[in-house]
């Protein structure tokens, strides 16, 4: 069958895309999400991806045109058999992939000595002051006492310090014999549901069949499920407006968020809520809260509750390093500070709050230290490492159960993609994106379960094989589910009365 | 007993937190030992009895109604209270972002029972404490906001709104709290009223006609409803019966118990202590037009304050607020107006 590929919208306003060039050739093989050309709108260029897998067989559009939107720019080839046969063929490639991965020690061999120490890596007075600062605080395991230079942060510095954070294999195993394979395993599970369920609802955006907008989580995945891998049944978490990963981390079915996001009634928010919204009460996840830094002080009333009714639960709070920056931040962790209550504040520090680079809002290396001046306890974690935000996380739930009080966590970790759909990362650097890239949390995972013997190759192409199915399942059944009902739209707001009209 | 409008709430909170372990009450200064209670006496004491249900916070408004949001989804019945109404502005976003839209958009799936309670009223302190704020939170869905003018009003709707699942903001009046002792201000008006020993409510969503009247119909709050009832004493003299509808709750508002009078009275006055712009007068207003407007036998009159902040100027804040004689002069108008 032919399919035709046409041009996006791309951004609200521009329906004028100039083409600048082909990036592939007629008769080429393509795999959806490849990208195809560059194009340019009035705000930004950017490379275009497929929709479609299958071979090209024209590319119609004109290299250096103007391109209206809708417009057919080529036609591949993807017959369902020609697309099965493809599948069959990529599920092989995996296994061939991970074999030639067997034979090369450096993907297997994560022991950190091959990542470059700090002391290979110039350190000016800021990291060394952090080296010593951070040793302190990490042998008492405990409170921050004072604030590193003023200086600002670099993206490099960033860089360089989070290594002080990451783990030996020898600490990794030591994770791994404590939380069991099958729990490590189902770890691993989640981590790749989360990244395949972003990366095909991605390609359902720019297909134009997803309606609203989304904010991905691709390479933050250690966190949410390190974190939420430590919590109990009775716990709950609140998320953000990048919250696909927190979602599937605890547990919503992805049928509920992919149904969510196709504003469908059988979405976890009767398709009330939408991308930004996910989360259902009921599975130990409050709505997600879209507003930066909102659902810092519900989670600490949250935690309140469970102190006043005496109940063993934690309230998570997870939230960026831009909403370290907002006033309900202060006021909603010296609140918590102070009445001492079962919570712990993540804050996923990736770096940049939608396009602004933290070292131009912050003037502290560590997010963490903030905690300080609250009278807090502050912790890092290396975000890139599931088992390391485990542990961290484990820590700091257990001191919030114990009633010890909350805790400020920051991972630092990193987007593998756009803040929001369409957004082409010019604002950060090639050499930023590429380091992180090397820190990929799940090829990282991967590649210690292999080498512990935890997965063999077979079973992790049959993982994901299965992950592939269970997200076609769930974007039939958000795609098939029913539209709510023009009278729906008054439902649900009151418990007990009617909605005046 | 008879009580003061501070005294009723104090022992609406006080019943309703004796009898449900799940109420509590979060805000400034409210249980200090040897602090007042509130900026309105309004929680004086409570603290003896219920230490650990009484929650001092730092001055952190968008704490204070983000705590009590999280806490209300977890099944307790926060009672949130700001020292001035002015101050709900610092926790716009938890107020309007999250506890009146959490529900809906978590497709019905929780409940946000936060009760917020709110001073209000032009009262000699300048634009930032002296603001009346109702207007701001009428366009907002999902949110019940009651405003009640007597002691006996205000306890009944403080505990209906305890009970309420749905978030219930309270405005209360800084005259009306009483008029005696620590409460003893220029202005301070006499609302207390005896209130019964039993338990009683006052429903959420119904407004009450506090003096039955056939030529016109006037709709009036707080501090107003008591000056739309001086003034429709001294028109009766002047051979004018005024209908005094109060309405308690500004949303939902009983608007059937007002078309029904104007049906009637063919005329009405909406006397409000806010700016005129896009106050509740133009949203009764417009209701009319929609609804009955061949009743009218007068155009709708709005008796409001300028479209400006709140004066100090005793001088400029006794032109600000629609007084007696004004309610009087305006009522005359509509009356002698000729098709």
Known sequence: ?501 | MKLSVAEALRKAIYDEMKRDSNVFCIGEDIAIQGGFGGAFTVTLGLEKEFRDRMIDTPVSEIGIFGYACGAAIMGMRPIADVQYGDFLLCAMDQIINQIAKLRYMSGGKIKVPVVMRAPVGVTGRGAQHSQCLEPYFLGCPGIKIVAPSTAYDACGLLRAAVRDDDPVLMFEHKLLYGSKGMRQETGAFDASSEIPDEDYIVPIGKGIIRRPGKDITIVASLLMMHFSMMAAEILEKEGISCEVIDPRTLWPIDIDLILDSVKKTGRIAIVEESPKQHGIGAEIGVQISERIVDYLIAPVTRIAAPNTPAPFSPVLEKIYIPQVERIVSTVKKVLNYQI
């Open chain 1, 1 to 501: 069958m032919m399919s035709e590929i046409k041009m996006p919208q791309l951004g609200q306003t521009s329906d004028e895309i100039r083409l600048i060039k082909w990036i592939v050739k007629e008769g080429q093989e393509v795999k959806r999400g490849q990208a195809l050309c560059e194009v340019e709108t009035d705000k930004v260029t950017m490379e275009l991806e497929s929709v479609e897998s299958g071979i090209i067989t024209k590319l119609i559009a004109q290299p250096d045109s103007q391109i209206k939107t809708g417009e057919v720019i080529a036609i591949v080839e993807n017959s369902m058999k020609a697309m099965s046969a493809n599948r069959e063929k990529n599920a092989e490639g995996k296994n061939v992939v991970s074999s030639k991965h067997t034979n090369d020690s450096e993907f297997l061999n994560i022991d950190d000595r091959k990542v470059p120490s700090i002391e290979q890596i110039p350190i000016n007075t800021t990291v060394k002051t952090e080296l010593k600062f951070k040793k302190n605080a990490l042998n008492k395991n405990e409170k921050f006492t004072k604030s590193t230079p003023e200086k600002g942060i670099s993206n490099k510095n960033i860089l360089e310090t989070t290594k002080v954070f990451i783990l030996t294999t020898k600490e990794k195993k030591k994770i791994l014999d404590e939380i069991g394979t099958q729990k490590a395993v189902q770890m691993y599970m989640k981590m790749t549901l989360i990244r395949s369920f972003e990366e095909r609802i991605k390609l359902l955006f720019l297909e134009g069949k997803m309606p609203g907008t989304i904010h991905q989580y691709i390479g933050q995945e250690a966190c949410a499920v390190g974190v939420c891998s430590a919590l109990e049944q009775n716990d709950i978490i609140a998320s953000t407006h990048r919250p696909h990963g927190h979602a599937i981390a605890r547990g919503i079915p992805i049928n509920e968020i992919m149904a969510e996001l196709y504003g469908k009634t059988t979405g976890c928010c009767k398709g009330k809520g939408g991308s930004m919204h996910i989360g259902d009460l009921s599975k130990g996840m409050l709505p997600a809260i879209a507003i930066v830094g909102g659902n810092i002080p519900i989670v600490g009333g949250m935690a309140m509750a469970f102190k006043l009714k005496n109940q063993s639960r934690v309230a998570i709070s997870f939230f960026g390093e831009g909403a370290t920056n907002e006033g309900a931040f202060h006021e909603g962790l010296n609140m918590a500070a102070v009445y001492n209550i079962p919570a712990v504040f993540v804050c996923e520090n990736n770096s940049y709050a939608a396009s602004t680079p933290a070292s131009l809002t912050i003037k502290i290396q560590n997010i963490a230290e903030r905690a300080c001046a609250y009278g807090m306890r502050g912790d890092i974690g290396d975000g890139m490492d599931v088992l390391n935000v485990y542990q961290h996380a484990k820590k700091a739930i257990d001191i919030a159960r114990s009633g010890q009080g909350p805790s400020l966590l920051e991972l630092k970790t990193f987007r593998l993609c756009g803040h929001s759909r369409r957004d082409p990362c010019n604002y950060m650097s090639k050499e930023e994106r590429e380091y992180w890239k090397g820190k990929d949390p799940i090829t990282l995972y991967e590649g210690f379960l292999l080498s512990e013997s935890v997965l063999d190759k077979d079973f992790l192409s049959k993982i994901k094989n299965n992950i592939e199915l269970e997200i076609d399942k769930a974007i039939e059944f958000g795609q098939n589910s029913p539209d709510p009902k023009p009278e729906d739209i008054f439902k649900d707001l009151y418990v007990d009365m009617e909605v005046p009209r």
